[in-house]
């Protein structure tokens, strides 16, 4: 049984608008909740509880360093995203784990793209049998957030984060097809200006 792999292309210009972008005080400490729902894989016609708690917002070093740190590998951006800390995203009941990146970038009609991305948990299992799923060590979720803070997206639980050409970024899904982010709202305002 062959995998298709799911390819989200987010282009660096998108990441340098976010070089500009300065959140305002009260849009730190924001908390959007919502509901996974689960297309195809392990989680295909399940819905689960979701939360980000956003306590700020990645600032434009932040960017810059993990764009150079993606040049030069998958390991080197893992090794630097991993000191990062800029929130929590929890799935499920359970505490969740830290929300390492979250870029906001402006969208639509005074709305706001999240990008979040964070170094997934390997458990036991994955790395006992060295199943294929251990070479997938992110996570990734894209928030599309209007104006009134609410949306959808998508979310990838166990991805890789490539470079092409340069100047746009691949995030491969290990699943067939991406899980959905459905009735996302959040508990302030996130537009950007």
Not at 22 to 49: D, K, M, W, Y
Not at 139 to 157: R, S
Not at 166 to 178: I, Y
Request: charged content about 20%.
């Amino acid at each position: 049984m062959s995998r298709r792999t799911v390819i989200v292309r987010v282009t660096l210009v998108v990441l340098c608008v976010a070089l500009f972008y300065q959140p305002s005080e009260a849009q730190r400490n924001l908390r959007i909740n919502g509901t996974v729902v689960g297309i195809s894989g392990r989680l295909a016609g399940r819905t689960l509880p979701f939360s980000l708690f956003v306590n700020r917002y990645t600032t434009p070093g932040e960017i810059t360093e993990l764009n150079g740190a993606r040049g030069r590998g998958e390991d080197s951006l893992l090794s630097t995203l991993s000191h990062m800390n800029v929130g929590r995203i929890q799935i499920g009941n359970n505490v969740g784990v830290t929300a390492n990146a979250i870029i906001a970038t402006p969208w639509g009609d005074g709305g706001t793209k999240l990008t979040v991305l964070w170094e997934r948990n390997i458990n036991f299992y994955e790395l006992r049998y060295g199943t294929r799923s251990e070479d997938y060590r992110f996570g990734y979720a894209e928030m599309f957030l209007d104006q009134n803070g609410k949306g959808e997206g998508t979310f990838i639980p166990a991805a890789r984060v490539n470079l092409r050409n340069g100047n746009t970024w691949e995030v491969e899904d290990f699943g067939v097809l991406p899980a959905r982010l459905m009735g996302l709202r959040a508990s302030g305002t996130v537009q950007v200006k």
